[in-house]
């Protein structure tokens, strides 16, 4: 779906997964959440005492990369029916097949998105270039063309377990996948093996790299600050006179973006703290209705994310979680650095970790 160009293909596939991410359905989801962040409790705490029985007040962690563990393992556990296991193993790892029925390799899931994010994002922005990539001398392309097969090759071998699964009789969890097999448009019709998998996939991409970036005011503040997708999406001027935006006029067939960053850093619209953290600018009655119509962490209108409502939960359980059971020093020093691609990906953030005196966790 999140591909999906054609106007009313994309309308019928949103018709089927939508349900699944209703604020019904979405309440359902939070058993399996909960359970991957007491696994994240639970490794976290083990590090802080081994930290401080070693005579250190803190333990020394990059809490991005235990950001992306438990964004994997949550959406993971939602959309394939297990969680890939980082967050026991504290390292970035999952099973990849190329075809359901090919023998299993290893890769590191969250380095293949990433990667396929970065080059999706140079080859979107000049198409003519895709068919030559894998020809270029930068390794660039080729290493991010591999991600793109290994990223779908995760989504096959998951598909794969959970559909012999239920060839088999085995009761079938309340997840996104079941929801999503459930679907129908319509017509009656059902999601496709093919059309399964991509849509599972399209919701491990956006949950894990919208949940891992981002962990009410403060999670708005955080969204606007660190919008996690720098680019708008395209969008085509439809045949006819054109359009008029902002006095500037644009022929028909013209590709236009709205670049979320840009948009919640403006000062024209911000104010001229744009640039500053500043979650009181969120309090009751103080956002303006120009604002209000800029802040767009998720998109607005039929192209929206459609998984917003599990997004904003798993976002503030994350929070709650770690805020009420570890405190922390900041030990990175100078400001947060980035990798550009479709997504905006922070390299690293290191941070002192301990478990809050007095709590006892099991």
């Known amino acids: 779906m999140f591909n999906t160009r054609d106007r009313a293909e994309h309308s019928r596939k949103r018709k089927t997964v939508s349900h699944t991410f209703s604020a019904l359905s979405s309440s359902h989801f939070e058993q399996h959440i909960i359970s991957n962040l007491k696994e994240l409790v639970k490794q976290w705490t083990r590090l802080s005492d081994t930290a401080i029985a070693g005579g250190e007040d803190y333990a020394d962690i990059d809490c991005l990369e235990w950001f992306n563990y438990v964004a994997f393992d949550i959406i993971g556990d939602l959309a394939f029916g297990a969680p890939f296991g980082m967050l026991p193993k504290g390292k970035d790892i999952t099973e990849v ?63 794969k377990q959970r559909l012999e699964m239920q060839e088999k009789g085995i009761p079938q969890r309340n997840d996104i996948l079941a929801k999503l097999m459930e679907g129908k448009d319509e017509n009656g019709s059902k999601l496709e093996r093919e059309e399964l998998t991509a849509e599972a996939l399209g919701h491990m991409i956006a949950g894990s790299d919208t949940t891992s970036n981002t962990s009410c005011a403060l999670l708005n503040e955080t969204l606007r600050i660190h919008s996690t997708s720098a680019l708008g999406l395209p969008r085509v001027v439809p045949p006819g006179p054109g359009v008029d935006i902002c006095e500037h006029y644009f022929p028909p067939l013209t590709v236009l973006s709205v670049p979320t960053y840009t948009i919640h850093h403006s000062t024209f619209i911000w104010g001229p703290d744009a640039g500053s953290f500043n979650p009181d600018r969120w309090a009751e009655g103080t956002l303006t209705d120009q604002q209000k119509a800029a802040f767009i ?66």
């Open 97 to 159: 097949r190329l075809t359901p029925d090919s023998p299993p390799t290893y890769a590191p899931a969250i380095e293949v998105i990433n990667r396929r994010g970065e080059v999706f994002n140079a080859l979107g922005c000049y198409p003519p270039l895709k068919r030559f990539a894998t020809y270029l001398p930068d390794s660039f392309f080729r290493d991010g063309l591999k991600a793109v097969n290994n990223l779908a090759g995760i989504a096959v071998a998951s598909v």
């Open 297 to 362: 962490p998720f998109s607005v209108g039929p192209r929206a994310c459609v998984g917003r409502n599990v997004a904003e939960m798993e976002l503030a359980m994350i929070v709650a979680t770690v805020v009420k059971r570890f405190e922390f020093e900041l030990r990175e020093e100078g400001e947060l650095k980035t990798r550009e691609g479709f997504l905006r990906k922070p390299v690293e953030c290191r941070v002192g970790m301990r478990r809050r005196s007095g709590r006892r966790e099991r």
